[in-house]
């Protein structure tokens, strides 16, 4: 039988609240964000609650991402936007954050270097 | 006078998914071996990962029965990889990514793997192998720091 | 019937010490890829290396006109590497390595590479390939645990 | 012109103390520890004092090591034994302590997890 590699994409939301009391859903990412990681992605962002504008991005545990991943992210932003969230990032590796930059994403999720300061760049 | 032998690594690897990340290791492994820093491996890298995975996708169109090639030509303070398919290569010039026409839905959230492979690496050229098959050839020098 | 392919990762190596890491890396890139644990893939690298530096070392006798192969497949829960080179393969039979005779220089330091393959993976044989060469082969089970 | 991998051996030795208050010298190796490493590792002993009778093998920034390389440890072990020596070894990965086992290697010296349990191991 033909070998399939692994699928190696999980994400899940925590619910934390910022420094100014408000409610914030963190997603985050583990392993691989590729093609193949859709529905995983996807299914984890629904359980953002439909009420919550501030959402954060946790990059700290991704292992793998390309150029499809980053469509994925791409499309969550735009998702995202339509129902008026902002969103803020952590985590990235600095290759990461450069090729974040490098296709402009930051113009549409600030990167910041951890959890914490993420979560207090939410204007109100 | 000698014959200069080049030093040159070569790897098969089937058109499945997730398979560019065996060619990001031994690419890894090279350029670690040729003394290369961190970062400019990293960039290699993603670079030699999205050759593959259009080598894969758009050139074997995920036919099993076809391999892709990647050969790792290391040369006195640079290293030269070239991917290699079975199919036709480019039939129209892309253009660059636009994040703000992909945020509105203007164009399609995909279509960064060349530009991405152009920005991290010192020199990305797509050609045609001498048996008709598509080549991209990508080129990061030691001396040369990305900035 | 259903014509089944193979999963097959092909790598080609230069006769040179330390190139064996490039083997390393892609070794492990393949068995990540096929979900061993971390400290199968360590063994395996280990072995795969000891293999590798056998056949540029003993097997091509360093000679830099002469490459070695590297091929890894993949099988249901199964992983087996062939390690070839252009030598004429083994000529004795190798005892296992005594540390005490080693320590009182009653045998060489040297001579750990073959016991170290057959003690990391689950099969590791000998034999010849259909060209005349050496080709070393080893298998590690996904089910299987070393103990 | 052809490709020569690079050599990736470092070695320093670092005077310390033992609780007991006496000599200890930790042989510290980076990088690989290969056939080409000789040189390095041996050059490095040399700077043990001649009357230091305690030393440690400090593993833990070691990358890579083949069966050559446990040839060598072989050797620095001899010479160590011919001039009355004990040696501690500690940094060692879960991998490597394997390996070091199954050469039997660690009947020559023992593997301990860090660098104050080899430096309090010696007997007196
Ligand atoms: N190896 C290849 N063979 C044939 N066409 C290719 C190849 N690589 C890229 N292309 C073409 O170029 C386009 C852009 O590629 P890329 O920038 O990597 O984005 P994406 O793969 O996400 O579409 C592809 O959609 C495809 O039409
Ligand atoms: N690929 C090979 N081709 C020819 N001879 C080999 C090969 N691999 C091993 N041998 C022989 O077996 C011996 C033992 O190998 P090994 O256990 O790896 O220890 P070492 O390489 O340190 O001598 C070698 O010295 C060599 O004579």
């Given at each position: 039988?033909t070998?399939?590699?692994q699928l190696?994409?999980?994400?899940h939301?925590?619910?934390?609240?910022?420094?100014?009391?408000?409610?914030?859903?963190?997603?985050?990412?583990?392993?691989?964000?590729?093609?193949?990681?859709?529905?995983?992605?996807?299914?984890?962002?629904?359980?953002v609650?439909?009420?919550?504008?501030?959402?954060?991005?946790?990059?700290?545990?991704?292992?793998?991402?390309?150029?499809?991943?980053?469509?994925?992210?791409?499309?969550?932003?735009?998702?995202?936007?339509?129902?008026?969230?902002?969103?803020?990032?952590?985590?990235l590796?600095p290759?990461?954050?450069?090729?974040?930059?490098?296709?402009?994403?930051?113009?549409?999720?600030?990167?910041?270097?951890?959890?914490a300061?993420?979560?207090?760049?939410?204007?109100? | 006078?000698?014959?200069?032998?080049?030093?040159?690594?070569?790897?098969?690897?089937?058109?499945?998914?997730?398979?560019?990340?065996v060619?990001?290791?031994?690419?890894?492994?090279?350029?670690?071996?040729?003394?290369?820093?961190?970062?400019?491996?990293?960039?290699?890298?993603?670079?030699?990962?999205e050759?593959?995975?259009?080598?894969?996708?758009?050139?074997?169109?995920?036919?099993?029965?076809?391999?892709?090639?990647?050969?790792?030509?290391?040369?006195?303070?640079?290293?030269?990889?070239?991917?290699l398919?079975?199919?036709?290569?480019?039939?129209?010039?892309?253009?660059?990514p636009?994040?703000?026409?992909?945020?509105?839905?203007?164009?399609?959230?995909?279509?960064?793997?060349?530009?991405?492979?152009?920005?991290?690496v010192?020199?990305?050229?797509?050609?045609?192998?001498?048996?008709?098959?598509n080549?991209?050839?990508?080129?990061i020098?030691?001396?040369?720091?990305?900035?």
């Amino acid at each position: 039988m033909t070998m399939q590699p692994q699928l190696n994409t999980r994400a899940h939301v925590d619910k934390v609240t910022s420094p100014d009391g408000s409610a914030v859903s963190v997603l985050r990412f583990t392993g691989d964000i590729t093609s193949t990681s859709r529905d995983v992605v996807f299914g984890a962002y629904q359980d953002v609650p439909a009420d919550t504008r501030k959402v954060v991005f946790d990059f700290s545990k991704m292992e793998y991402m390309n150029s499809s991943g980053i469509a994925l992210i791409i499309e969550l932003l735009m998702a995202a936007s339509k129902t008026d969230r902002t969103v803020q990032s952590f985590g990235l590796s600095p290759h990461f954050q450069k090729v974040f930059i490098m296709v402009g994403l930051n113009k549409y999720t600030s990167l910041h270097p951890d959890e914490a300061t993420a979560c207090a760049a939410f204007a109100d | 006078m000698v014959q200069e032998i080049a030093s040159a690594v070569e790897l098969r690897l089937p058109s499945k998914l997730g398979f560019e990340k065996v060619a990001m290791q031994t690419a890894s492994g090279v350029a670690r071996l040729m003394g290369f820093p961190d970062d400019r491996i990293e960039d290699l890298k993603t670079a030699v990962a999205e050759a593959c995975i259009n080598a894969i996708e758009h050139g074997n169109r995920f036919d099993e029965r076809l391999s892709i090639g990647v050969v790792l030509s290391m040369e006195d303070g640079k290293l030269e990889v070239k991917i290699l398919d079975s199919g036709s290569g480019l039939h129209k010039k892309m253009n660059p990514p636009n994040i703000d026409r992909k945020m509105h839905g203007e164009e399609q959230a995909r279509g960064m793997g060349m530009f991405l492979m152009q920005a991290l690496v010192d020199e990305a050229e797509w050609t045609q192998t001498p048996h008709g098959g598509n080549c991209v050839r990508l080129m990061i020098r030691l001396d040369k720091e990305e900035e």
